[in-house]
């Protein structure tokens, strides 16, 4: 069928939205390279200054390293629990573990807001508030569904018969698990982890209510920065965000499409 | 010990860690908030009356459902232009256009928030190039009202209105069209009676996720309402941390929990809710 008029103007329609959706966060660009000492424009001039002040700042320095650590060990935390969940509701695999995986999925729908409220009221008895603990516990379980969802994915396609045929030959449980199902997994266990990474990294909700003082991530920071809307760092950090947000996108792009052929062979 | 063994799968025992974290530190906390709505700072039905009450409350709500809905709107409509195009394009064109899309998913929040911050303002981008152009004597005031708020949230959920109905496009049998061309019908009329319809459960996905996305939205109305539009998910917050009101905001919480869970209960009827979610179908 040919595409009609219609369906032409409809594709340059869609064109422009998607381009709608990307360009506005490259302003940072412009901005983050102005010579003035707030938001603005730069007027011909530039000037790398607030990039400057950003890596030798050492609250934008703590707050990098805090994300950086939190996020790593709630990707590392939640691929853990969230690998093991998976494996255990296929294998499982009834009426109940279908109910299961449906629970465990609600953290990712309910309302950040009332996630938030909830980590606060429980971490405030916990002792927990303002502690890494508590954030990377309750980023943990706001990621783990998504490791559920990546590894579950990843197990669809895979024959049961394998694992029965490994244990007839002789595999331990524990054999099986490490030599049969785990390589099958690979793919979904590192989109997974990196999903949760991301998600951690970029987490602004929870983290605003459960944080205070002594931990003082990259999100909080730049959302104390906009509120403030003076100074240009943020704008240079939103810059430096958005060249890690390309990079993490080409890797896993270069990861799935490996995958992929992977599995064509 | 055998006997129990016996009857349960040992699955369970690798299913159990995530599952009772997730009971005690998040289920657990969220019950205990919706017990606060009836009992904080008297048990009754004190809180849920007072919102009948008090206009302020009540049109907050509204303000919240109103924006929830024209986002809605806006973010399906568009979706749907953008899963409709990438449907029907060449393979290469295809892959440019999901790399946008996800390029967009994935940057931060808080970037996309401070670039319409500069975008929108007084003296924004978009004001000073209206102005230079000549089209505006008038600066257009984006911030700190609901338009302002709804550029942001439509912005941020047009990918998720077009997922679920990319999905939905992709299994839809191409030869079905074909008939009814060649029976007879119109491009239109096979796009409004044969293409539409098909499409259903995805505009119905896309339309529940991103309503109920938009609900919960916290950091964009919060910046770019700028105090002005005071939508549910602030006003928790400002209940909580400022004026110390749990009872309110439980009650809050809880209406926004009850009407999320009602949506996800519709949905599912609708598709299985872990194809949404890209799970697990076998």
């Known amino acids: ?265 | 010990m055998h006997a129990l063994t016996r009857h349960i799968h040992p699955g369970w025992l690798i299913i159990a860690p995530l599952f009772l974290l997730v009971v005690t530190l998040y289920l657990g906390p969220i019950l205990n908030i919706l017990w606060l709505s009836f009992t904080d700072p008297e048990p009754g039905l004190g809180n849920y009356a007072k919102l009948g009450q008090e206009g302020a409350q009540l049109r907050i709500v509204w303000t919240t459902v109103r924006i929830c809905i024209i986002t809605t709107i806006f973010s399906v409509v568009l979706g749907y232009s953008i899963a409709y195009a990438m449907v029907h394009a060449h393979r290469q064109q295809k892959s440019y256009m999901l790399t946008l899309l996800l390029v967009s998913f994935w940057i931060s929040i808080l970037v996309r928030t401070f670039a319409w911050l500069m975008l929108l303002g007084r003296k924004g981008l978009v004001n000073v190039t209206l102005e230079d152009i000549g089209l505006i004597a008038e600066p257009i005031t984006f911030m700190r009202n609901e338009l302002g708020v709804l550029i942001g949230m439509v912005h941020y959920m047009i990918p998720y209105a077009v997922l679920p109905l990319l999905v939905s496009m992709q299994s839809i049998d191409q030869r079905v069209m074909n008939a009814s061309r060649n029976l007879g019908a119109s491009g239109t009329q096979t796009f409004w009676r044969i293409y539409l319809p098909l499409t259903t459960p995805g505009l119905v996905a896309a339309t529940l996720l991103v309503f109920i996305l938009s609900l919960g939205f916290y950091v964009t109305p919060a910046v770019l309402g700028g105090g002005k539009v005071l939508m549910v998910a602030e006003y928790i917050s400002v209940q909580l941390l400022v004026t110390l009101k749990w009872g309110t905001a439980a009650m809050l919480a809880a209406i926004m929990l009850m009407g999320v869970l009602a949506m996800l209960w519709i949905m599912s009827r609708f598709m299985k809710l872990s194809t949404v979610f890209g799970g697990a179908t076998r």
């Open chain 1, 1 to 265: 069928m040919k595409p009609g008029l219609f369906s032409k103007f409809n594709t340059a329609g869609a064109w422009v939205l998607l381009l709608f959706l990307v360009t506005p966060a490259l302003i940072a660009i412009p901005v983050s390279l102005t010579p003035k000492r707030f938001l603005s424009m730069p007027n011909g001039e530039y000037s790398l200054r607030h990039f400057e002040k950003l890596f030798t700042s050492e609250e934008w320095l703590s707050s990098f390293f805090q994300s950086g650590v939190i996020a790593l060990s709630c990707s590392a935390l939640a691929t853990l629990l969230g690998t093991l969940c998976a494996i255990g509701l296929w294998r499982v695999s009834s009426k109940y573990s279908e109910l299961v995986r449906a629970f465990l999925l609600l953290p990712l729908i309910i309302p950040q807001i009332i996630s938030a409220m909830a980590f606060y009221r429980l971490w405030i008895p916990l002792g927990l508030l303002d502690s890494y603990a508590g954030l990377i516990l309750a980023h943990t379980i706001l990621a783990a569904p998504l490791v559920l969802i990546t590894v579950s994915a990843s197990l669809a396609s895979f024959d049961p018969k394998l694992e029965q045929a490994s244990k007839n030959l002789g595999a331990s449980n524990w054999t099986t698990l490490r030599r049969v199902i785990l390589p099958q997994v690979k793919p979904g266990i590192f989109a997974g982890a990196l999903f949760a990474f991301i998600l951690s990294w970029d987490e602004i909700v929870v983290t605003l209510f459960i944080s205070k003082y002594s931990v003082y991530t990259l999100p909080r920071r730049m959302w104390n920065g906009i509120r403030e809307n003076t100074d240009p760092t943020v704008a240079s950090a939103a810059v430096v965000l958005i060249a890690i947000t390309l990079i993490a996108f080409a890797v896993s792009a270069i990861l799935s499409r490996r995958n992929a052929r992977a599995q064509a062979e």
